[in-house]
């Protein structure tokens, strides 16, 4: 126990001195002097990358935990598989042939990129929301039936404060890959940080690369950070480890 | 105080999980539904908080047919534990003990006020453990904590399905002692399911031993033990049922009866014991040749006399032969 613990700490302590020690080397060599050069632009691309993670999000979370709450009811629990399945199955396509998809239904631009990053945070989304309401014991359903607790009063007081860290896993799983995706949006004209990082590939020119992939990383990093600190805040301690087996097993 | 009429239950139509199932529970009574598993003790204890529903008869509380009431309502009137204690692991005990005051609206202080109340009924701090939760406790303090939270809105009736089951032998005997004596102040009327003999023995004011849906036989521990029904309400309760009777009766119940022995004086490794002792642990105490001799005391400390193995069993034959034969003849006068 304590040398694992040992042993993380090393590994962590040398994964910041590399990622400190390549923050200096593109610092020294001028690799950010697009974002300073070109600042309003680098805002606007900033601007537009949150606002396709953050749309993108907020329609899969509309969609996926209303769904996954269904499909957790005992009346519906048996059709849970077909739901899963379906969200699998757009989970395998892979993301340039759904933004491809997207420009068929949408054309091209925000709309379409918005719609393959919500296709693509949907499962997630619900299969943690289901794998956190899956998790509750049911006796503690039983118990709470037992007491004279209306089906109101089980959802919001026992099953949502149980799954609450699971389906927080869930968000932070989707957003943190949204924000990778959602650098293709380029590709089909939906702009963010993508059109800078594809520009340094096209000219080989590392200084708009790092510009836009940096900033990116950071967002997804920030996400993820902020994400697990709302699901340390709402879900009650108790719950949390629970939580945790749940979500990788 | 509760009747069951001709209750029960199938859940295909043909196959019956309990089978017209009629007895009466008195208040302040503990009921212990015994049997092996799959026999519908369960399903029978919660059909009366209508967790299961009822296929045919009805279930009475005071008088009143359960299946009128607002099955809400009828929940919060009626303490439930269940093994696995069912606390909500999101909430601390405070909030775990409250809930079903919580639910019927009653004001903080009344609240909190109950709860230490009930903390101080099984000897836990209530200060302490407030803001504590559910998995930081041990299982029996877990266990403890779900009995008081069924007590919380001091309700007339509780249903308490296998409460002690989990426990290890060693808790769960300190748990049930514990019980009791809560029982002995709160006077509830329980309905407790249980597949161990020796627990419904102990805590059982009377005993529903049930088969397939059925009821075999419906009476005091002491009366099933004596005169059990059938050949399977014998296989059920053991061989060692006469030793295991044993164990409802004291020493001083013996002396009213047959009286003990004189103290022979010669002897000088000699034990004592409370005349309150029940007889199976003295007569283990005299299988185990711990002394020569053992003396009975009363509360006083007072000498009462001597108690040997051939006492226990003259006592054993008239509580199982004479008296049952005796009742038999009075039984044969009447008619």
Same mark, same amino acid.
């Given at each position: 126990?304590?040398?694992?613990?040992?042993?993380? +700490?090393?590994?962590?302590?040398?994964?910041?001195?590399?990622?400190?020690?390549?923050?200096?080397?593109?610092?020294?060599?001028?690799?950010?002097?697009?974002?300073?050069?070109?600042?309003?632009?680098?805002?606007?691309?900033?601007?537009?990358?949150?606002?396709?993670?953050?749309?993108?999000?907020?329609?899969?979370?509309?969609?996926?935990?209303?769904?996954?709450?269904?499909?957790?009811?005992?009346?519906?629990r048996k059709f849970e598989w077909i739901a899963s399945n379906v969200a699998n199955l757009a989970q395998t396509v892979p993301s340039l042939a759904v933004l491809a998809l997207a420009i068929g239904i949408l054309g091209v631009g925000f709309k379409?990129?918005?719609?393959?990053?919500?296709?693509?945070?949907?499962?997630? +989304?619900?299969?943690?929301?289901?794998?956190?309401?899956?998790?509750?014991?049911?006796?503690?359903?039983?118990?709470?039936?037992?007491?004279?607790?209306?089906?109101?009063?089980?959802?919001?007081?026992?099953?949502? &404060?149980?799954?609450?860290?699971?389906? +927080?896993?869930?968000?932070?799983?989707?957003?943190?890959?949204?924000?990778?995706?959602?650098?293709?949006?380029?590709? +089909?004209?939906?702009?963010?940080?993508?059109?800078?990082?594809?520009?340094?590939?096209?000219?080989?020119?590392?200084?708009?690369?790092?510009?836009?992939?940096? &900033?990116?990383?950071?967002?997804?990093?920030?996400?993820?950070?902020?994400?697990?600190?709302?699901?340390?805040?709402?879900?009650?301690?108790?719950?949390?480890?629970?939580?945790?087996?749940?979500?990788?097993? | 105080?509760?009747?069951?009429?001709?209750?029960? $239950?199938?859940?295909?139509?043909?196959?019956?999980?309990?089978?017209?199932?009629?007895? /009466?529970?008195?208040?302040?009574?503990?009921? *212990?539904?015994?049997?092996?598993?799959?026999?519908?003790?369960?399903?029978?204890?919660?059909?009366?908080?209508?967790? /299961?529903?009822?296929?045919?008869? #009805?279930?009475? *509380?005071?008088?009143?047919?359960?299946?009128?009431?607002? /099955?809400?309502?009828?929940?919060?009137?009626?303490?439930y534990v269940i093994q696995s204690n069912g606390l909500f692991p999101n909430m601390n005990i405070e909030e775990n003990v409250t809930i079903v005051p919580d639910l019927l609206g009653w004001d903080k202080k009344k609240k909190h006020n109950r709860?230490?109340e009930l903390m101080q009924l099984i000897g836990l701090d209530p200060m302490e453990y407030r803001k504590r939760f559910p998995n930081e406790l041990s299982g029996g303090q877990q266990q403890r904590i779900g009995v008081i939270r069924a007590l919380?809105?001091? !309700?007339?009736?509780?249903?308490?399905?296998?409460?002690?089951?989990?426990?290890?032998?060693?808790?769960?005997?300190?748990?049930?002692?514990?019980?009791?004596?809560?029982?002995?102040?709160?006077?509830?009327?329980?309905?407790? =399911? #249980?597949?161990?003999?020796?627990?419904?023995? $102990?805590?059982?004011?009377? *005993?529903?031993?049930?088969?397939?849906?059925?009821?075999?036989?419906?009476?005091?521990?002491?009366?099933?033990? *004596?005169? !059990?029904?059938?050949?399977? =309400?014998?296989?059920?309760?053991?061989?060692?049922?006469?030793?295991?009777?044993?164990?409802?009766?004291?020493?001083?119940?013996?002396?009213?009866?047959?009286?003990?022995?004189?103290?022979?004086?010669?002897?000088?490794?000699?034990?004592?014991?409370? =005349?309150?002792?029940?007889?199976?642990?003295?007569?283990?105490?005299?299988?185990?040749?711990?002394?020569?001799?053992?003396?009975?005391?009363?509360?006083?400390?007072?000498?009462?006399?001597?108690?040997?193995?051939?006492? =226990?069993?003259?006592?054993?034959?008239? /509580?199982?032969?004479?008296?049952?034969?005796?009742?038999?003849?009075?039984?044969?006068?009447?008619?």
């Amino acid at each position: 126990m304590n040398r694992k613990k040992i042993i993380a +700490i090393i590994v962590r302590i040398l994964l910041y001195a590399f990622v400190i020690g390549f923050f200096v080397y593109a610092g020294v060599n001028g690799y950010f002097s697009p974002i300073f050069e070109q600042s309003d632009t680098f805002w606007v691309l900033v601007g537009q990358h949150l606002n396709l993670v953050i749309i993108s999000s907020f329609l899969a979370i509309a969609i996926a935990l209303p769904l996954a709450v269904l499909f957790t009811r005992p009346r519906f629990r048996k059709f849970e598989w077909i739901a899963s399945n379906v969200a699998n199955l757009a989970q395998t396509v892979p993301s340039l042939a759904v933004l491809a998809l997207a420009i068929g239904i949408l054309g091209v631009g925000f709309k379409p990129a918005v719609f393959a990053l919500f296709i693509y945070s949907v499962l997630p +989304i619900f299969r943690n929301a289901v794998a956190g309401f899956n998790s509750i014991n049911p006796d503690l359903i039983d118990a709470g039936k037992g007491m004279g607790m209306k089906a109101g009063q089980i959802f919001w007081r026992v099953e949502v &404060p149980n799954a609450a860290y699971a389906i +927080i896993g869930g968000l932070r799983t989707a957003v943190v890959l949204n924000i990778g995706t959602a650098a293709l949006a380029y590709y +089909i004209g939906g702009g963010g940080l993508g059109v800078w990082i594809m520009t340094g590939i096209e000219l080989f020119d590392n200084a708009y690369l790092i510009s836009g992939a940096i &900033p990116v990383t950071l967002m997804a990093i920030g996400f993820d950070y902020l994400l697990r600190g709302v699901g340390y805040v709402i879900s009650p301690k108790s719950t949390r480890q629970t939580a945790d087996t749940a979500t990788t097993t | 105080m509760i009747s069951f009429k001709h209750v029960s $239950k199938s859940y295909t139509g043909t196959e019956k999980a309990v089978n017209d199932v009629n007895f /009466e529970v008195e208040q302040g009574e503990i009921v *212990i539904f015994l049997g092996p598993s799959g026999c519908g003790k369960t399903t029978l204890l919660r059909m009366v908080n209508r967790l /299961e529903t009822i296929t045919e008869g #009805s279930i009475l *509380i005071n008088d009143q047919d359960i299946g009128e009431l607002n /099955e809400i309502e009828l929940r919060r009137k009626i303490g439930y534990v269940i093994q696995s204690n069912g606390l909500f692991p999101n909430m601390n005990i405070e909030e775990n003990v409250t809930i079903v005051p919580d639910l019927l609206g009653w004001d903080k202080k009344k609240k909190h006020n109950r709860y230490k109340e009930l903390m101080q009924l099984i000897g836990l701090d209530p200060m302490e453990y407030r803001k504590r939760f559910p998995n930081e406790l041990s299982g029996g303090q877990q266990q403890r904590i779900g009995v008081i939270r069924a007590l919380a809105a001091d !309700p007339p009736v509780m249903l308490m399905d296998e409460p002690f089951g989990a426990l290890d032998p060693l808790i769960r005997e300190k748990i049930q002692d514990e019980f009791l004596q809560i029982q002995r102040e709160v006077k509830k009327t329980i309905l407790f =399911v #249980s597949h161990d003999i020796d627990e419904a023995i $102990k805590m059982a004011d009377k *005993i529903v031993l049930m088969r397939d849906g059925e009821i075999m036989q419906y009476g005091t521990p002491s009366d099933i033990l *004596i005169h !059990p029904k059938n050949e399977y =309400v014998s296989q059920f309760i053991g061989r060692d049922r006469a030793i295991k009777h044993l164990s409802l009766r004291t020493i001083a119940q013996l002396q009213e009866e047959i009286g003990l022995v004189d103290i022979d004086q010669s002897i000088v490794d000699s034990k004592q014991v409370n =005349v309150h002792e029940n007889l199976k642990d003295t007569l283990a105490m005299l299988l185990n040749q711990e002394a020569d001799q053992v003396i009975v005391h009363d509360d006083n400390d007072e000498v009462q006399g001597a108690i040997t193995i051939d006492r =226990v069993q003259r006592y054993l034959h008239l /509580e199982m032969r004479q008296k049952p034969a005796q009742a038999r003849e009075k039984e044969k006068v009447i008619e």
